[in-house]
């Protein structure tokens, strides 16, 4: 098998998913799954712990002081087989965390984006953005609650900019209700946080201009403004799948987002050769994490690849009718 950061990342949701209380036990456990993953083939028996969780028949036992070393060595043996035959794919993880849920079980974290929410800017209900609320009292008020379906407590939000135009006073009152963990990149409207009389310093995990991490095995970069040649934007996986995303926000739904939809079109038939003489395009993963193209809540990257390879496909349809026109 190889040791790679997405199944180091799995097995962290698992140890996460399962919620160890026994302390010695957790300590064998990763004691295991340090040590013993490298050193062994791990061609391992079945995929036992996660079927236990999604056919609803976990023995409590195995998620207490009771479980022995043995079924936790098991059934992480059983994991791992899975993930090395590449069989573990994101609807496993989504209903491994659908039945941890079912169960009681807390599930790991997620990584979720959003983008331009401007709460208190009632203006932009009547022009630009024209947002489908009555005033800017019923947009926020709708917009904490679609907030709040989404994310869990135990969830990290990065949010991508402009995220209110109001004071410190009235901007912590919408942050106070928000769930999540919330991770700020500043944008050009965002100077409530300066408050620090009436907003409190720790109202955010932090607050940066840029930001670059990994979500899965996937490079993510993070500004307000579209970064239009960004870090890693040519490297791929084995398979030619991209290795990073440039996440942005800025624009909303303007002209300004057509011109960019028409560079990363542009860009993505632009033909290229490689080092070793293989000509190929140039990726261009850049999405738009404008608050309108998710119903006003934050989504996972997943999910923001998705919505964004929709929306650009109709984009592209509609400047093609333009231009036959």
Same mark, same amino acid.
């Given at each position: 098998?190889?040791?790679?950061?997405?199944?180091?990342? =799995?097995?962290?949701?698992?140890?996460?998913?399962? !919620?160890?209380?026994?302390?010695?036990?957790?300590?064998?456990?990763?004691?295991?799954?340090?040590?013993?993953?490298?050193?062994?083939?791990?061609?391992?028996?079945?995929?036992?712990?996660?079927?236990?969780?999604? @056919?609803?028949?976990?023995?409590?036992?195995?998620?207490?002081?009771?479980?022995?070393?043995?079924?936790?060595?098991?059934?992480?043996?059983?994991?791992?087989?899975?993930?090395?035959?590449?069989?573990?794919?994101?609807?496993?993880?989504?209903?491994?965390?659908?039945?941890?849920?079912?169960?009681?079980?807390?599930?790991? %974290?997620?990584?979720?984006? =959003?983008?331009?929410?401007?709460?208190?800017?009632?203006?932009?209900?009547?022009?630009?953005?024209?947002? %489908?609320? %009555?005033?800017?009292?019923?947009?926020?008020?709708?917009?904490?609650?679609?907030?709040?379906?989404?994310?869990?407590?135990?969830?990290?939000?990065?949010?991508?900019?402009?995220?209110?135009?109001?004071?410190?006073?009235?901007?912590?009152?919408?942050?106070?209700?928000?769930?999540?963990?919330?991770?700020?990149?500043?944008?050009?409207?965002?100077?409530?946080?300066?408050?620090?009389?009436?907003?409190?310093?720790?109202?955010?995990?932090?607050?940066? &201009?840029?930001?670059?991490?990994? @979500?899965? @095995?996937?490079?993510? =970069?993070?500004?307000?403004? %579209?970064?239009?040649?960004?870090?890693?934007?040519?490297?791929?996986?084995? @398979?030619?799948?991209?290795?990073?995303?440039?996440?942005?926000?800025?624009?909303?739904?303007?002209? &300004?987002?057509?011109?960019?939809?028409?560079?990363?079109?542009?860009?993505? !038939?632009?033909?290229?050769?490689?080092?070793?003489?293989?000509?190929?395009?140039?990726?261009?993963?850049?999405?738009?994490?404008?608050?309108?193209?998710? &119903?006003?809540?934050?989504?996972?990257?997943?999910?923001?690849?998705?919505?964004?390879?929709?929306?650009?496909?109709?984009?592209?349809?509609?400047?093609?009718?333009?231009?036959? !026109?």
């Amino acid at each position: 098998m190889i040791w790679t950061e997405q199944s180091k990342r =799995i097995l962290e949701d698992i140890l996460l998913a399962v !919620s160890l209380t026994d302390q010695e036990l957790q300590l064998s456990l990763r004691g295991f799954s340090r040590q013993k993953m490298e050193e062994e083939a791990l061609a391992g028996e079945a995929f036992r712990w996660m079927t236990l969780i999604q @056919d609803g028949g976990m023995d409590r036992e195995m998620t207490g002081k009771k479980a022995s070393p043995e079924q936790i060595r098991t059934a992480f043996q059983s994991f791992l087989s899975v993930l090395a035959a590449g069989e573990y794919t994101p609807e496993d993880a989504e209903n491994l965390r659908k039945a941890c849920r079912e169960e009681g079980i807390p599930a790991p %974290p997620r990584k979720l984006y =959003i983008a331009d929410c401007h709460f208190y800017d009632k203006q932009l209900c009547s022009r630009m953005d024209m947002r %489908p609320f %009555p005033d800017g009292k019923e947009m926020n008020r709708q917009m904490i609650r679609k907030w709040n379906e989404k994310v869990r407590p135990q969830d990290d939000v990065y949010i991508l900019g402009d995220f209110s135009v109001a004071g410190g006073r009235d901007s912590f009152k919408v942050v106070s209700r928000l769930t999540g963990h919330l991770h700020l990149i500043a944008g050009n409207h965002d100077h409530f946080f300066e408050d620090v009389k009436h907003f409190p310093s720790g109202s955010f995990m932090w607050v940066r &201009d840029y930001e670059e991490h990994l @979500d899965g @095995d996937k490079k993510v =970069i993070l500004c307000h403004y %579209p970064i239009m040649c960004y870090k890693k934007q040519y490297a791929r996986k084995p @398979d030619g799948s991209p290795c990073a995303y440039m996440l942005y926000g800025h624009v909303h739904n303007t002209q &300004d987002e057509r011109l960019l939809n028409r560079f990363i079109r542009q860009t993505r !038939s632009t033909r290229v050769t490689t080092r070793d003489g293989t000509e190929t395009s140039i990726p261009c993963n850049m999405i738009n994490c404008f608050c309108m193209f998710s &119903d006003y809540q934050p989504m996972t990257l997943e999910e923001w690849i998705a919505i964004d390879s929709r929306r650009r496909a109709l984009l592209n349809e509609e400047e093609k009718g333009r231009d036959l !026109s």
